[in-house]
């Protein structure tokens, strides 16, 4: 039974150094006295009582925060807040009682206890945290308990305190125990603060009786449906962008988890006692402890820095709380991604905690098998399967020494569970732990071993599981160790989500759904494409390996091909795998590259993709590759536009390596979009029809589908009907969570700047443009845009109308969007303010036949692609296609340009020139300059890099 003893203060004096620096109860008691006798115990004294107080904890926050940032850790911290809080209040109650409502002889009604719950019954308090009091009562209130009660939290409040408070009797707290398991946790951490202590002892021997006793499984399973909810409702993953120090998963609320538990069943006060209770081995109580820790440290780091009661780890706070706790860049890698990758990797030794934990008390309960159950019998029956035993519905090693005997056993472990879909045992999990130092360069050469976890990675049965057991077990990084460089890398950016491993785990995982025909509706393409690889194995090695190299500060793809190079054979591809393998992660971005930034319109730009791929083999591998990395990289940065700009490349080099793509061929695709378009616009004259095909040069033809062709046709036709100069014609696509918006107006030099202009003014953020000239000398300009405050398509009413006004406005010359940006551009927020993103602009002259092509990256922002647009329009360059991507919080933008005679731009000067104005427009308004480097002479045989 839960000794009353063991709820002594869970800060221990003797534990904090010259604590009467903190704060003195003596001295502060001294101070009321004196007080009192200066200003009576009436109204008048309040206020003084007030600012004593006050000092009193102004002085003592201070102290605490100074010995923390002296280097103090942050499980002082929270206990040092803790005793000061505990004093506070104790010696606040002892005046409340002494002075402003004393009695001699209180009667036993009027007696209560204070006990301290939540996190500061625990006695941890971070600095700007709640502090949670239970008043407790022998029966109902009675007068004078509520004004003492009123008269403490009241001037608790006063002083800037979060206080949640509850006032019931020991019946009451029994009682609602029982029926909410919210409430049965914060008595079960209730902390004896003041008062007789009677009611408290009562209070926890009856809870200890009355409700916790025969209620652990239920405990147990509410407290793990509670973690479950949370995860759930958080992302349920530990390697997000920016984590949640408390409620994320693998984060305090997790460790607490554990202890509730390790409490409720085994009695135990702290992570220590469980192992005396054989529930935790020594080392798992050090990881806890080293853990929380951390955590704790990381979180009273926030407190401070934000001023404010904080759990999220946002950008904007990452890179100064690393360098507070010791973290410096090194070794090409930035101080911050070094902080957040130990934040990873400690939030990993916490799911590994509670994940053993916790699977060890589920293994003790009864619970429904997980698949057939004359299958499992079968198993059962076996007993022994391929060197592992069956333990009920999971696999188990046979005895402790097997893995330290058996190293290969742990590789195989993996392979059996998925061979037969089974779970892996606690105690197994366990057992690796202990003996992954005998998972060295003799296992990871061992031809056996290798052949289990290629079998594991490219066999039928979902890799993306077994490897992610592998994973969280420390296996994988043991016996790959690249991969192991790789556990818990974070990329300091707003575009990818997830950690490298977790991001190749994903990646692997959607390859396989493709393979399974899963994903057949949303990647149709890649669905039909991957049964004609004939290089399988190399596919999914290829995957795994594709990121292996980041963080090393270099060319992570080159770095990656020479990873590969080495460990193919290793794992026991043939020469010709291990070569594919190497080109596949030497070029992963290849073609992602091209079909975003290139206009593939432009014939030289699928030639020269064809060039660098060479076999349709190859191009097979790529494109399948390239959408699973794509797809893997975090929600919603797969879209039904790089879908469409990926097949449009794959079709076109397909049709280059078949022999096709000739002037013949073109012509016929062309001939076959203007038959079609002919059948869809059956509402036309013939004369009509004919007349509208003579409009577009042939790029127009082959850049939309029939529908939207036949959009074109007949907003063309109205607009010449009624002679307007101009029509804006707006569509939402909510698969691709854009809005289309097509303009035709007569075309004028710096037409598609002031249309970006008066799209931003709008409020619309542009993701992706089309630029033709029809042969009639007007403009059609398509451009899918989103809501640049919010997000996803622009649509409403409202918004549609005004964006159709803003851009007859502009045009007419009566809105300068410069100066309606000017009004409206507001500064980024401090989360977006952190990341740097280098100003940069590429001139290629060899990318095009017929244009030059300009790339520009920089921080994206409201107005960022008028300020681009506008300053290419003053330099007197026609802008014939544009590709505008979005990464995160970086822009990349490509623009294939004329000059004024409708040639490429060549002269030195005027591509110096070209430069110095988009590096001026790159420029961040709110004040980051643009970065200034010498200019090189121009290349002609790759991109010049004008940052560089």
């Not at 949303?522 to 004609?532: A, D, F, G």
Request: charged share 25%; aromatic share 8%.
């Amino acid at each position: 039974m839960l000794s009353p003893r063991a709820a002594a203060p869970a800060a221990p004096p003797q534990e904090i150094p010259n604590r009467r620096a903190i704060i003195s109860k003596a001295k502060l008691m001294e101070e009321l006295d004196a007080l009192v006798e200066e200003h009576g115990t009436g109204d008048k004294v309040r206020p003084h009582v007030i600012a004593c107080l006050r000092g009193a904890l102004t002085r003592g926050r201070a102290e605490v925060r100074a010995r923390f940032e002296q280097g103090g850790s942050g499980e002082e911290c929270v206990r040092q807040n803790c005793y000061l809080a505990d004093r506070l209040i104790r010696t606040l109650a002892a005046f409340t009682l002494t002075h402003i409502f004393p009695s001699a002889n209180p009667t036993l009604g009027e007696q209560f206890d204070i006990v301290a719950t939540g996190g500061y019954g625990r006695g941890e308090l971070a600095p700007f945290s709640d502090i949670d009091l239970l008043f407790l009562l022998p029966y109902k209130r009675t007068p004078r308990v509520e004004q003492v009660v009123e008269y403490m939290l009241y001037v608790l409040w006063d002083l800037g305190l979060k206080v949640g408070h509850a006032v019931r009797s020991v019946d009451d707290c029994i009682r609602q125990s029982k029926a909410d398991v919210t409430i049965r946790t914060a008595i079960l951490e209730s902390r004896y603060l003041w008062g007789p202590r009677k009611l408290f002892q009562e209070l926890k021997k009856r809870f200890d009786k009355e409700v916790v006793s025969g209620s652990g499984q239920e405990f147990v399973e509410a407290k793990l449906a509670e973690r479950d909810s949370r995860h759930q409702k958080l992302g349920d993953s530990r390697y997000v962008l920016e984590p949640n120090l408390k409620d994320g998963k693998g984060g305090l609320r997790d460790l607490q988890t554990l202890f509730w538990i390790g409490k409720y069943l085994y009695r135990a006060d702290e992570a220590d006692e469980l192992v005396g209770k054989n529930v935790l081995l020594p080392e798992e109580a050090q990881r806890f402890a080293k853990a929380q820790n951390f955590l704790w440290t990381a979180r009273c780091h926030l407190h401070y820095l934000t001023g404010r009661m904080e759990d999220r780890l946002t950008f904007d706070v990452q890179s100064e709380i690393g360098a507070r706790m010791g973290y410096t860049d090194h070794a090409g890698t930035k101080g911050v991604e070094r902080f957040m990758k130990h934040y990873f990797l400690v939030a990993k030794d916490v799911g590994d905690l509670t994940r053993i934990f916790c699977a060890a008390l589920e293994a003790e309960s009864k619970r429904p098998p997980k698949f057939n159950i004359l299958r499992l019998a079968a198993l059962t029956r076996r007993k022994d399967i391929d060197g592992f035993v069956l333990d009920g519905e999971r696999l188990n090693v046979r005895d402790d020494k097997q893995f330290r005997e058996h190293p290969i056993d742990m590789i195989r472990l993996f392979h059996v569970a998925q061979l037969n879909d089974l779970d892996i045992h606690p105690n197994a999990l366990r057992s690796i732990t202990r003996s992954l130092t005998a998972l060295g360069p003799k296992v990871r050469n061992d031809p056996e071993a290798n052949r289990l976890f290629l079998e594991m990675l490219t066999g039928p049965k979902d890799p993306e599981l077994a490897l992610r057991r592998m994973n969280e077990a420390g296996v994988l990084a043991r016996f790959v160790p690249d991969f192991g460089r790789v556990v818990a890398q974070m990329q300091y950016d707003m575009y990818h989500v997830f950690t490298v491993d977790e991001h190749t785990l994903f990646a692997i995982g959607i390859l396989h759904k493709i393979e399974q025909g899963e994903l057949a509706d949303e990647l149709p393409l890649s669905s039909e494409v991957i049964h004609k690889v004939v290089s399988r194995r190399a596919l999914y090695v290829a995957v795994l390996l594709h990121d292996i190299a980041k963080g090393r500060g270099g060319d992570h793809s080159v770095l990656g091909a020479r990873v590969a190079e080495k460990l193919c054979p290793r794992l026991g591809l043939t020469a010709e795998e291990t070569e594919t393998v190497a080109w596949l992660v030497r070029w992963h971005l290849a073609m992602s590259q091209v079909a975003f930034k290139r206009d593939l319109e432009d014939e030289k730009t699928a030639r020269d993709f064809v060039a660098l791929v060479q076999s349709p083999e190859r191009l097979r591998l790529l494109l399948v590759l390239t959408v699973a990395d794509i797809r893997a990289v975090g929600p919603q940065r797969w879209n039904n536009w790089k879908a469409t700009l990926l097949r449009e490349l794959y079709n076109r080099s397909e049709e280059i390596m078949s022999g096709g793509l000739s002037v013949a061929g073109r012509e016929r695709r062309i001939q076959a979009a203007q038959a079609a378009l002919r059948e869809e616009l059956a509402d036309f004259e013939p004369a009509e029809t004919d007349t509208h095909l003579t409009l577009g040069y042939p790029a127009y033809w082959l850049s939309f589908d029939t529908d939207t062709l036949g959009r074109h046709a007949r907003l063309i036709r109205s607009a010449e009907r009624d002679q307007r100069p101009l029509t804006v014609e707006t569509r939402v696509d909510r698969g691709r969570a854009i809005t289309e918006v097509t303009i035709y107006a007569t075309d004028h030099h710096g037409l598609f700047s002031r249309l970006a202009g008066a799209l931003a003014a709008s409020g619309a953020d542009i993701v992706d443009a089309k630029i033709f000239t029809m042969t009639n000398g007007m403009a059609l300009d398509v451009f899918s845009v989103q809501d640049a405050a919010v997000g996803g398509a622009f649509e409403g009413g409202d918004k549609l109308a005004k964006l159709s006004v803003t851009i007859e406005r502009v045009l007419a010359g009566q809105l300068k969007p410069l100066q309606e940006l000017a009004n409206r551009r507001s500064p980024m927020t401090s989360r977006t303010r952190v990341f740097h993103v280098p100003p940069r602009v590429l001139i290629d002259n060899a990318a095009s036949t017929t244009h030059t092509v300009i790339e520009v990256n920089g921080r994206d922002r409201p107005g960022l692609l008028y300020d681009v647009t506008r300053a290419l329009s003053n330099l007197s360059l026609q802008i014939s296609s544009a590709k505008i991507a979005t990464y995160g919080e970086k822009a990349i933008d490509v623009f294939y340009v004329k000059d004024v005679f409708g040639l490429k731009v060549t002269h030195d000067s005027k591509l110096a020139q070209i430069r110095e104005r988009l590096l001026h427009a790159l420029a961040d308004p709110a004040g980051e300059p643009p970065l200034q480097a010498p200019v090189p002479a121009v290349r002609r045989s790759r991109p010049v890099d004008a940052a560089d």
